[in-house]
């Protein structure tokens, strides 16, 4: 079964705290996905409850100098205990290289950017999520992931996590490279 993310939060609601940026939702699901942009639209990509990201997918699209993302979910965490999550405020100038990592061991569990069409390139915030008792290990970078105004498709395996990005702009092609920080989770 395929669902949006942002429409199960809606349908379940979502709460927010806004002194701590703290996001807390609550959905049933066993698979998220979505296109998640149209072309130098707003991006915004949250997977449902207990749900990390398990897959990214990009498309440049020439003529607008843009990208569609498509992002898939997976079950992380457990039922058991309150997951707390966090969105960070926007991690990257336009034109910037920039890399992110969750901190306190959490994963991250949605993206959002916006375009602009005076720079040719995305903003973005991601949101992460942890679960006490869950930890990260094993965290490597991968290579880049994308060449510039190409498509990709990036699957992390079973056991591993997002937990970090990296991307630089390409001042010639105005694109972005990717790369990932992967992580397993144990009990801590």
């Known amino acids: 079964m395929q669902l949006k993310p942002e429409i199960l939060v809606k349908k379940n609601g979502i709460i927010v705290n806004t002194c701590a940026c703290i996001v807390i939702y609550m959905t049933i699901a066993s698979m998220a996905e ?4 149209d072309p130098k639209g707003p991006m ?11 897959s990214i997918q990009s498309t440049y699209m020439e003529e607008e ?3 569609l993302w498509e ?13 707390s999550c966090y969105t ?17 061991n959490s994963i991250i569990s949605g ?25 990260l290990q094993d965290c490597v970078w991968t290579a880049y992931k994308n060449n510039p105004e190409k498509a990709f ?5 079973k056991d591993m996590y997002l937990s970090g990005l990296k991307s ?10 990717w790369k990932f920080m992967l992580c397993k989770k144990r009990s801590c």
């Open 153 to 157: 498709k990036y699957n992390l395996q």
């Open 111 to 135: 993206m959002q950017s916006y375009f602009s069409e005076s720079e040719k390139d995305r903003r973005w915030r991601f949101t992460c999520c942890h679960q006490v008792y869950f930890c």
């Open 34 to 37: 979505t296109r998640s942009n």
């Open 88 to 104: 960070t405020p926007h991690v990257n100038c336009f034109k910037e290289s920039t890399t992110f990592i969750c901190p306190f």
């Open 71 to 83: 992002v898939s979910c997976k079950d992380t965490y457990s039922y058991k205990h309150i997951m």
């Open 168 to 177: 630089y702009y390409d001042k010639a092609t105005k694109d972005r490279r």
């Open 65 to 67: 100098g843009d990208r």
């Open 44 to 54: 915004y990509v949250l997977c449902p409850y207990i749900q990390t990201i398990s």
